[in-house]
């Protein structure tokens, strides 16, 4: 029903940054939620950043006080502002619906893929 394309991946050192885009077909927050996911390698997606159209958010331990999750909704657009970026972060993002994900039914875009290394 609605496409999300994610962005904004790439290499970067250790300490650094990289902003991800998360830009939907249409009304972004058609669910009441918007979240950012990574796939490290050999794992499940996990969630790491959540927002509502409200502007609630909430972030994984592991990602809380480097990570900021943001909306814009006249735009479609949700963002994932990353900074000190460690080696670990290293994954693949992609941009979802929770509660969607959370009933097992949920299509998923290619990702972008974020890559932190010396």
């Known amino acids: 029903q609605v496409q999300l394309v994610e962005s904004g991946g790439g290499l970067v050192q ?13 009304n972004i ?11 490290a390698p050999g794992k499940e997606r996990e969630l790491v950043a959540g927002i509502t159209r409200h502007g609630s958010t909430n972030y994984a331990d592991s990602v809380r006080g480097r990570f900021t999750i943001a909306r814009d909704i006249a735009k ?3 963002y994932l502002q990353m900074n000190s970026l ?8 992609y941009c ?4 969607v994900v959370g ?5 998923w875009g290619q990702g972008t893929k974020d890559t932190v290394s010396s």
Do not use: H
Request: glycine share 10%; proline share 7%; aromatic share 12%.
């Open 96 to 99: 979802n619906y929770p509660v």
């Open 29 to 39: 927050f058609v669910s009441d939620s918007m979240g950012w996911y990574l796939q």
């Open 76 to 78: 479609n657009m949700v």
């Open 14 to 26: 250790p300490g650094g940054s990289l902003r991800l885009s998360c830009e939907a077909s249409r």
């Open 103 to 107: 009933r097992g039914s949920t299509n």
């Open 86 to 93: 460690k080696p670990e972060d290293t994954a693949v993002y």
